[in-house]
């Protein structure tokens, strides 16, 4: 019993050092990893309170999805994923997920709902074994100037989803070791770059298709507030919408989502 309580502790140490470098640098975007003492503890800790840093929103995203590697395609792959992550977003971005973001309205920038643009399944140039964010941007950019995927405009959000086993890499930081996805900007070009669930952290006990929509609507709901991280809706000891209350998850439209802040409510909802 000692062991194991030693160990719950130390794991309890990693998950809070972990939550405060996501508050202060190159962590604030990303879906930290699932630790089940991590929401007890911050309970414990300042009440949130999101104030507005001036920075644009996203008040009608428009998703473009992209699956990039070489198994989304293919017959062994998960290639019935591709279509329901699709479905997932054409239902959510009419939800009341998004209706509930109304509060972080400001001048000139209602939040209101957001489509499904497109999506395309890219093969060429898939990583193996691992991606860094330089990487995914430098891609991203050749995608846009080739036309491979469509222009952005002030809306524009691409969601990238690489292939199974995969492994991201974020300044200097690991999925599945760190993290579990995260949003970033390049310049005004936004996205999402959301690995594969495929360890325990990144699972939270939930089946792979469960966790990639509740991470995916975790790094939704912050892009729609925060597109240029720490310049929109933040708070400078909890981060972003999503940080708050990662791993809390609610049924939408049929789908798992996870439960953003609301100044509004004081809670997670």
């Known amino acids: 019993m000692k062991k194991a309580a030693a160990s719950q502790r130390r794991a309890s140490t990693r998950a809070r050092t972990a939550t405060r470098r996501s508050s202060r640098g190159d962590h604030i975007r990303v879906v930290p990893l699932h630790h089940p003492l991590l929401p007890r503890e911050l309970a414990a800790a300042a009440k949130p309170k999101l104030t507005y840093r001036s920075g644009p929103l996203l008040p ?36 009341p997920l998004i209706d509930q973001l109304a509060e972080y309205n400001v001048a000139g920038q209602t939040i209101g709902h957001g489509s499904l643009v497109g999506t395309n399944t890219i093969s060429a140039k898939a990583p193996v074994g691992s991606v860094t964010d330089t990487s995914i941007q430098a891609r991203l950019k050749k995608w846009i100037s080739a036309k491979t995927v469509p222009q952005p405009n002030n809306n524009t959000l691409y969601f990238i989803y690489l292939d199974p086993g995969v492994v991201s890499i974020m300044g200097g930081s690991r999925s599945c070791r760190s993290y579990c996805g995260y949003h970033n900007n390049a310049g005004n070009v936004f996205y999402g770059l959301m690995p594969y669930p495929s360890c325990a952290g990144c699972l939270g006990r939930l089946n792979a298709f469960d966790a990639l929509t509740g991470t995916s609507s975790h790094e939704l709901c912050e892009a729609i507030t925060d597109p240029i991280p720490g310049s929109g809706w933040y708070d400078d000891t909890n981060g972003e919408i999503g940080d708050i209350c990662a791993w809390k998850f609610k049924k939408v439209a049929g789908y798992n989502v996870q439960l953003e802040w609301s100044n509004a409510a004081g809670k997670c909802i």
Not at 61 to 90: H, K, L, M, Y
């Open 60 to 95: 009608n995203v428009e998703v473009f999805t992209i699956f990039w590697g070489t198994t989304w395609g293919s017959a062994r792959g998960p290639a019935t994923v591709v279509t329901r992550i699709n479905q997932f977003f054409d239902a959510i971005l009419v939800s």
